[in-house]
């Protein structure tokens, strides 16, 4: 199965009163197209900055990030940029939308496209993650949660292959949580490798593979679904990447 | 999105926290601008009617002094030096001095001057629409001489008391009603300032009186006082000026006589200058710190775009562009507010009668090129203000611009 999304060998560490505090070291990390893959561990431990990391957002003190086959060791800021905008799709702990934009151009603001086609694949978006009626509505007259969609749904305007989620459900009730949940594995689904960053039980059970930090390290991945090869998924008539495989729930440990 | 749209997008939603800059440069540019319309309006009043018509073609001619065996400026070497190539016209100019005599008692000396069709004197007030040329027993007088106020003169009877010659050293004052046809400028100093203007006629009579010779062959005997050549074309004055000096004449180029403004308009132009500095500066300073302030404000929004993979130099651009945007409608608003403050000012300025023959238009409008380099240089100057900040905000990397964790 194809790595979409790998780390190797990956260190950082922050310098702190003068010394210097390794978060990460020689962490190893992959994400495959077709399957949520989660990472947790204890507050503190380096999650975000691991995800960071894999967004492009930082750079490793140590060791490099792949992605859809492109090292990006040693790359300069612009194209780093361009990874970013065509290959990565983030959606933050803390959203990050401009404020002084409707739901609907935060959406479109990275987008690639012009025009007519680009506001309607953003409308599309906004209705996939429910938020067909909040368009116009500015951040701060939008729920944390549905904020949090509106994040996803700009994640998604340059259909990256790769999607990045820093604590998705950390401020949704149980509904809305599944909801997402069901949203990001649908996302998976379509073929994309899809990583979450998650304290919620209910997103590392449902996810495909588990990685979990302590004390800088990397553990795992747990495979907690058995690939079953004949029981591919066909994608949908307007999502033509390549399918990933459907999974089974297995017994979660 | 594309830079342009994102940046109208932005300056629209910011529109609140940039008023204040729009304010400031707006206003400067409308200052500046009033100023240049007026003075340029009055520049180009005096450069129209005087300088590039005629006087920076002309040369003048004055009478030789006695004895110096130079030719004597007569009615033939009007004719003489009129057949020269590229002669345009040649005007003469006699005075003869008179002392004026009012109602109110006795006024000013002054010279009673011929009038030149190519130096005209800049009339405020007159008893008739087409003062030129004088009828005979008409004065036109400056609007002040020699601490009198002549202006309120305007079409009353005076009296010029004029010379007679009676014998070597000696002269008999004879009296001559005259009437005020009109009053220039007193800040025109081509005729000298004490120039009362009036019919050919009358100062040939005057003249020659004075000097006791017959009128009929004075301009003969003795000849008049300056002679202009006007060449037709600016380049052909230094080839003429040495033609006319060949035959003796003591000529002059008129190049350098006018340059002065009246001093109030003098004293708008250079205050418009400075103005110009100033407010360039204050507009630069209010830009950088409004873009600084604006910018550690959206240091997230920074972040926000170079995480989803705009390209550092699209965010310095964005945030450029953006300013320019502001620039650009402060730069209309200026332009607006500028040409009202000029209208206003010139109305104004109109009040005074000496500036009054320079500011006559109802509204002193700038001239295109003033008008596109003043627009241009407001969004440079913003453009460059917000360019230090703009660049530091867009180096940031994401994460450090976002302190997302
Ligand atoms: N810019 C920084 N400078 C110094 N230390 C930092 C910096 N950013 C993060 N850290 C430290 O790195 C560690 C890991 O932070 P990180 O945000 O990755 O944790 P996390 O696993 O995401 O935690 P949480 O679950 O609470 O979000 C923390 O101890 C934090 O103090
Ligand atoms: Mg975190």
């Known amino acids: ?253 | 999105m594309s830079l342009w749209s994102l940046a109208l997008a932005n300056v629209w939603s910011l529109r609140r926290r940039l008023v204040g800059l729009i304010v400031l440069v707006s206003a400067a540019v409308a200052v500046c601008l009033g100023a240049f319309a007026i003075t340029g309006q009055a520049q180009s009043v005096t450069t129209n009617d005087v300088r590039e018509s005629t006087a920076n073609r002309s040369l003048t001619i004055d009478r030789p002094e006695e004895g110096s065996g130079n030719p004597l400026l007569t009615a033939r070497s009007v004719k003489e030096l009129g057949r020269l190539p590229r002669v345009e016209s040649v005007q003469y100019r006699l005075q003869a001095s008179f002392g004026l005599v009012t109602a109110d008692g006795n006024g000013p000396l002054l010279y009673a001057t011929t009038y030149r069709s190519a130096l005209p004197p800049p009339v405020v007030k007159s008893v008739r629409k087409d003062l030129f040329p004088l009828r005979e027993g008409e004065v036109v007088l400056p609007s002040r001489s020699q601490g009198f106020d002549l202006g309120a003169y305007l079409g009353e009877k005076v009296t010029a008391t004029t010379t007679r010659f009676v014998r070597e050293g000696e002269g008999t004052g004879v009296d001559e009603p005259v009437t005020v046809a009109g009053i220039y400028d007193a800040t025109w100093q081509l005729d000298n300032p004490d120039a009362a203007y009036a019919a050919d006629a009358t100062v040939v009579k005057w003249a020659a009186a004075r000097s006791g010779q017959p009128a009929k062959n004075y301009l003969d005997t003795v000849g008049y006082d300056q002679l202009t050549v006007v060449a037709q074309r600016e380049s052909d004055v230094p080839e003429l000026l040495r033609q006319v000096q060949d035959r003796h004449y003591t000529a002059t180029t008129l190049r350098q006589v006018l340059h002065a403004l009246p001093g109030i308009l003098e004293l708008i132009r250079v205050a418009g200058q400075a103005l110009l500095a100033v407010l360039g500066v204050l507009a630069f300073v209010g830009t950088v710190t409004v873009t600084g302030a604006l910018a550690r404000q959206r240091a997230q929004e920074v972040g926000v775009l170079k995480a989803v993979g705009f390209r550092t130099r699209f965010v310095l651009g964005l945030l450029v562009a953006e300013m320019s945007l502001v620039a650009a409608v402060a730069a209309v608003l200026g332009v607006v507010l500028g040409v009202g403050l000029a209208g206003a000012g010139a109305a104004g300025l109109r009040t005074l009668p000496e500036v009054r023959p320079y500011v006559e238009q109802a509204l002193p409008l700038p001239s295109v090129s003033v008008l596109v380099s003043l627009a241009a240089a407001t969004v440079v100057v913003v453009a460059a203000g917000a360019l230090a900040p703009a660049r530091r905000a867009a180096r940031m990397s994401p994460t450090q611009a976002m302190k997302d964790w």
């Open chain 1, 1 to 253: 199965m194809s790595a979409l999304l790998e780390a190797r060998g990956v260190s950082k560490a922050y310098p702190f009163r003068g010394r210097s505090v390794d978060i990460l070291s020689g962490v190893d990390f992959s994400a495959r197209a077709g399957q949520l893959t989660a990472i947790v561990g204890h507050s503190g431990t380096g999650k975000s900055t691991l995800l960071h990391i894999l967004g492009l957002l930082t750079t490793p003190d140590l060791g490099g990030v792949v992605v859809d086959g492109t090292d990006t060791a040693g790359l300069g800021d612009g194209r780093l940029a361009d990874l970013r905008r065509e290959k990565l799709g983030f959606v933050f702990q803390s959203y990050n939308l401009l404020p002084q934009h409707s739901a609907l151009r935060n959406t479109l603001i990275p987008s690639v496209r012009r025009g007519k086609e680009a506001q309607d694949r953003a409308r599309l978006l906004l209705e996939r993650v429910g938020l067909g009626e909040r368009v116009d509505h500015r951040p701060a007259q939008l729920s944390g949660g549905e904020q949090q969609r509106v994040a996803l749904a700009r994640a998604l305007v340059n259909d990256p292959p790769v999607i990045l989620a820093d604590e998705p459900t950390g401020n949704l009730d149980g509904e809305s949580e599944r909801r997402l949940l069901a949203l990001l594995l649908e996302l998976a689904r379509e073929g994309r490798a899809v990583v979450v960053v998650t304290h919620n039980p209910a997103v590392s059970e449902a996810a495909d593979r588990v990685y979990r930090i302590a004390d800088g390290r990397m553990q795992g991945p747990d495979e907690q679904r058995a690939e079953g090869p004949d029981e591919r998924r066909a994608a949908g008539p307007d999502e033509q990447r390549a399918a990933g495989p459907r999974l089974r729930k297995e017994d979660s440990r």
